[in-house]
């Protein structure tokens, strides 16, 4: 408010006001700053040189309260009266009578009981202890007066008051003053500018008034008409410069590979780039002015191979309403090309500009990008991105319908301990794939981790995903359930093998020594069965007997070679195929050696429940040949009979039946 009323005042008011105020504020404050500092100044001194005064009384003092002595007091505190603020004072003994008095009290002040009262002075009291030795003989009380220095200061508040309204009224013939000095020079100048203003005459010079500020102020009034002219030079040196800045744009523009055109309302080209000329091949130029204005087909004959129909009006509609189009996409009809139209008003005059850039690459690629997420998201293993930081930054829809929608990496659970070493990340690193057998779980699959159903036997893989820099990026952890695959390899082994032993079964056996036998390798067939069993049974029960069938098997694998085979064709029947060919055969690894190894290895007695079992075997062997014709049947008859000579001989014992002995009793 003050602000727009000081504003509104005339120059004169303006000059005047302040310097009168300043000045007289500045004496008023002046003048109570140095009477308030010549008061706390004198009162500060007056308490001081009374304290000390005191002080110097009291160390005088002890000796006449030790002797009683009230003339010597009398006489000490004489001295007192030198200092003309003391008014009064007096001295009392250790049983508080008076001892001495000094009164020099003013007419306005009386005497009550050991105090004094004053109407109109104003005075303050110092006392002081009397001590000898540390011993306590009395108090000194000093009263001394303000008034004088009360006086003092009022005297200087009436010299700096009267100074004051001096001082004022010589501010307000200074700005008086100062306003003619400098208005009228001004008002000279404001005059002579309008006069330059409206005449336009450049070469007009003011007259300089006074050689001071004004007059320099003038001077450069008239030095900056001088350089006006100077000042055209620059400008159309600026000019020249928009110019060249012009052109430069305009080379830009033809180095963009988007088109660029630029169409009024009445649809006729004014502008394009190289680009656009090579992505629309119906715009034309004149050949013979290249200063003239572009000629062109219609916008309409442009766009005439182009489809849809819909947008392309759209295209036309905000051409001419002079409005913004958002990208759209039109396709030629011939090329099957892509191409992205948009449409921008241009400030200030109704051109549109429009924007059109070939996609077709780029719309190809995003088509592979959606069809790779597509596939990511309809891939039937749950696949999970990882950052470097291991956050999981997505995932597809088999991991959110298996493990849930969680978001970090904790809420995945692993059954076992995936022993990540140094080895195994240089190998991920490396290799850029980890492949791992785990039971995977999640707090969503199930919130109760010991239920062994929440538990999903898995194959983890691991694969890199590295930048240009060949430095890892991201992981992507594909997570396939191996449920299905499990229960298809229990089930096949389950069909393939004895369900007591373990051993291969009869179907298995025989195509594993068909395909042997097709590649080209001999074999040993051994019928085994075993001597005694029945009275096992019969004994101790066919639990029993199942267990001594389990520890039978065990026995025999464990007197064969891994590739060999063991099979359990029924009941207390086994048969045996041990790849051991005649010509590698030596002296102490032959089929002697390892058909009587096996007899001594079943003839050990079996502990079973606290119960001692003891079985052997009559073993029927034959040479299958890697070159005989004979199929599997012909020669497991062999072994068959073989087995049956071994039990015909007394059992516990082996047979092993010749080629010649096949050809004779065939």
Known sequence: MIHHWFSALPLRKKVIYPIWTLLTLSTIILGASVAHFVGITHSANLYT???????????????????????????????????????????????????????????????????????????????????????????????????????????????????????SAFALFFAHRVHRLIATPLLSIFHSMQSVIKKGVTNQRLEVIHPDELGMVTRCFNDMLDNLSHRDSLLSQAFQHLEDKNHYINQVLDSLEQGLLVVPPNKKITYYNPAARRLLPYITHDEQDASTELITAPLGAIFNDFEPINKLLALEEHIEQHKRLEPIIIRHQLTNQLYQVSTYPIAGVNNSLIHIEDISARYLAEQRQRMAEMIFDQNPSSVIVLTRKLNIETKNNAFIRIFGDIDNLNKLYLRQTLGLNFSV????????????????????????????????????????????????????????????????????????????????????????????????????????????????????????????????????????????????????????????????????????TVLQHILDTINQPIIIKNNTAKVSASIGVYYWDKYSRSDLESALQQADKAMYRAKLLGKNRYHLRQQSEFIYEY
């Open 49 to 167: 040189r009374t304290s000390i005064l005191t002080q110097g009384i009291a160390s005088n003092l002890s000796g006449a309260l030790i002797f009683n002595d009230k003339q010597t007091g009398l006489d000490q505190m004489d001295a007192l009266s030198f200092d003309p603020e003391v008014i009064a004072a007096y001295v009392e003994g250790a049983n508080k009578e008076v001892f001495a008095k000094l009164d020099n009290l003013p007419s306005n002040c009386q005497w009550i009981n050991q105090n004094i009262n004053c109407h109109s002075s104003i005075f303050f009291a110092i006392t002081h202890p009397i001590t000898l030795d540390n011993e306590h003989l009395g108090n000194l009380t000093v009263w001394a007066s303000k008034d004088k220095m009360f006086k003092q200061r009022n005297q200087i508040i009436t010299i700096f008051l009267f100074t004051s309204v001096l001082l």
């Open 425 to 592: 990340f240089k190998q991920l690193l490396t290799h850029g794939f980890l492949k791992i057998n785990a039971e995977v779980s999640s707090s969503e699959l199930s919130n109760n981790l010991k239920d062994t159903s929440a538990w999903l036997p898995c194959l983890v893989t691991i694969k890199t995903i590295k930048n240009s820099d060949n430095k890892v990026e991201s992981f992507i952890v594909s997570i396939s359930d191996q449920t299905q695959i499990l229960e298809l390899k229990r089930l096949s082994f389950e069909s393939n093998h004895d369900a007591l032993t373990g051993l291969a079964n009869r179907k298995n056996a025989y195509q594993r020594l068909i395909k042997s036998h097709q590649q080209q390798e001999s074999a040993y067939l051994l019928f085994v069965d075993l001597d005694g069993f029945k009275a096992v049974n019969d004994t101790y029960g066919h639990q029993c007997g199942d267990e001594l069938l389990k520890v039978i098997a065990q026995r025999l694998t464990h007197c064969v070679c891994q590739k060999d085979l063991v099979a359990r064709l029924s009941g207390d029947e086994f048969l045996l195929g041990i790849y051991l060919s005649k010509e590698t055969s030596t002296e102490d690894h032959n089929i002697n």
